[in-house]
């Protein structure tokens, strides 16, 4: 990917931390249009990762058990219910000129999805019913009269800012740039401080609770590397590696912002005016992020800041006058005693 200029700087953000012969940028695009909510993202995370247990104890929010990203969750999956109608998300559309339901548009295209990788392994692309549960609700055969909902699934995950708060709090180094403009912890480096904890105006990195002599990396910052050890070796990472309806897609940053609009646009033309991109702006508050979303309905509805804006942007100008500050009092002082004398 080329640089091209921000709010803070180039979109690529390793060439500007001295990467010279950096690959293009890396990043997910996460459709949560397509996300069955199975958590298979969550498992293969913790599988390579080995990320400690966070617990299997359901919250009372649906079927979520992990409530959000830390240090030990590196991949959330959220189930939000709302009371509206399943199908056609936006009221009187379905069945009109704007096209079928938008449910109909979302299993075709992630069966479509499945149907292509299926076709590159040379397997049988006819589809397979799994015995899945229909959208029809409970009792409405039988005439009973119950209230619509639908779920809203999607995968959190570390944004990878352009302009990382994290980064720039770190007094040891542990946090760093990598070649593919991701975000890293370095264990060996981390002191536990939990500056970056702070720093993050998404609420993703965190230190990891438990003993230093049982739980590994207990106390120190923990968050998504985006499989920076497999991507070294030319792999995808393992949660994109493992969603079953490619919701989590993994490739050079560009050509998945691509990829998404035309992905809003088909969504669009099917009556789902609600659909829209999180965090593929690079003038937005952290210079665009390396993990963006497609969502349904607002980011606060996710649990996501509507305007996030990195906690170190003022740093700069705080510096200066904090500078000025001081070559006044420097100047008053010597004034002082210039008198005196």
């Known amino acids: ?16 931390a001295g990467w010279t012969e950096a690959p293009p940028r890396k990043g997910f695009f996460t459709d949560t249009s397509i996300c069955i909510g199975c958590k298979a993202c969550e498992v293969a995370c913790k599988e390579w990762n080995a990320v400690p247990d966070d617990g299997m104890q359901l919250l009372g929010s649906s079927y979520d058990n992990t409530g959000a990203l830390g240090a030990s969750t590196w991949r959330h999956v959220a189930f939000i219910e709302q009371p509206k109608p399943l199908g056609a998300q936006e009221p009187g559309m379905a069945g009109t000129a704007a096209g079928p339901p938008a449910t109909d548009v979302l299993n075709r295209t992630a069966e479509s999805a499945l149907a292509g990788d299926r076709s590159k392994l040379g397997t049988d692309s006819t589809a ?15 005439g009973a009269q119950r209230s619509e909902f639908r779920w809203l699934m999607a995968s959190d995950v570390c944004k990878h800012c352009t302009h990382a708060g994290c980064l720039d709090v770190c007094p040891t180094g542990a946090l760093f740039r990598t070649e593919f403009g ?8 981390c002191n536990g401080c939990g500056y970056c904890v702070a720093a993050c105006p998404f609420g993703v990195i965190d230190r990891r609770v438990g003993d230093k002599g049982v739980t590994k990396n207990a106390g120190i910052a923990q968050k998504c590397t985006l499989c920076y050890d497999r991507l070294g070796d030319g792999l995808q990472p393992a949660c994109s590696k493992a969603c079953p309806t490619t919701s989590i897609q993994f490739g050079d940053l ?17 009556g789902v005016t609600s659909a829209r991109l999180y965090g593929e702006d690079e003038n937005d508050g952290v210079g665009g992020v390396g993990a963006f979303f497609l969502l349904l309905d607002e980011p606060e509805v996710y649990g996501l800041p509507p305007d996030p804006v990195v906690t170190t942007k003022d740093l700069p100008a705080m510096w200066r006058q904090a500078g000025l500050a001081a070559l006044t009092m420097l100047a008053g002082a010597v004034a002082v005693f210039g008198v005196r004398r």
């Open 1 to 16: 990917m080329s640089s091209s200029n921000s709010l803070f700087g180039p979109l690529d953000p390793a060439p500007d």
């Open 128 to 142: 397979v019913d799994l015995g899945m549960p229909g959208t029809q609700l409970p009792g409405e055969a039988d």
């Open 182 to 189: 991701t975000v890293v912890v370095q264990d060996d480096i």
């Open 254 to 270: 560009d050509e998945l912002q691509e990829r998404a609009q035309r992905r809003v646009e088909q969504l669009h033309e099917a």
